[in-house]
């Protein structure tokens, strides 16, 4: 077994898909408790949801591409061996999460429930205080002026 290198990461403590699982499950609680009724018809929220599901792999898929290219890790709790900045990380500085975040919400319309949308500026705070700042600060740590040019580049989300 290959254990994380402490000593040079960002120190983010929870893995981000976890936090995304863990706000949906709180959404749909929610929904359960005090529901927020449906109001698109079934057949449209499973359409759009499953179209907006999709579109979440533009994002993931080039950016695991750019990672592996770069024989660096994904995982936020390891070292960075390079700074990623090309292909899709030329668009956008976060792919991964706007991935996420557009698979949340497009688990959420296809449900058809309501809660996790209502919940999202939420997460997005959580995402930004317990995993983006702290990665944003190693990378400035780690790459220094390569990081900050790139960041004046390249916008947070989209």
Not at 1 to 20: F, H, Q, R
Not at 124 to 145: C, Q, S, T, W
Request: hydrophobic share 55%.
């Amino acid at each position: 077994m290959v254990e994380a290198d402490t000593s040079d990461n960002p120190g983010v403590k929870i893995p981000p898909p976890l936090i995304y699982a863990g706000f949906l499950l709180i959404a749909l609680a929610l929904q359960y408790v005090v529901p927020i009724p449906a109001f698109l018809p079934t057949t449209m929220a499973w359409f759009v949801g499953w179209i907006i599901c999709v579109a979440s792999l533009f994002f993931v898929v080039p950016a695991m591409r750019s990672f592996r290219s770069a024989h660096t890790s994904m995982i936020p709790f390891r070292r960075a061996s390079s700074l990623v900045t090309h292909g899709i990380y030329g668009i956008t500085r976060n792919p991964m999460y706007l991935s996420l975040l557009l698979l949340y919400a497009g688990i959420s319309i296809f449900l058809n429930f309501w809660w996790p949308i209502v919940l999202a500026p939420a997460l997005i705070v959580a995402m930004d205080r317990m995993v983006i700042v702290k990665e944003e600060a190693y990378l400035m740590r780690r790459f220094g002026e390569e990081y900050r040019r790139y960041r004046e580049r390249v916008r947070r989300w989209i």
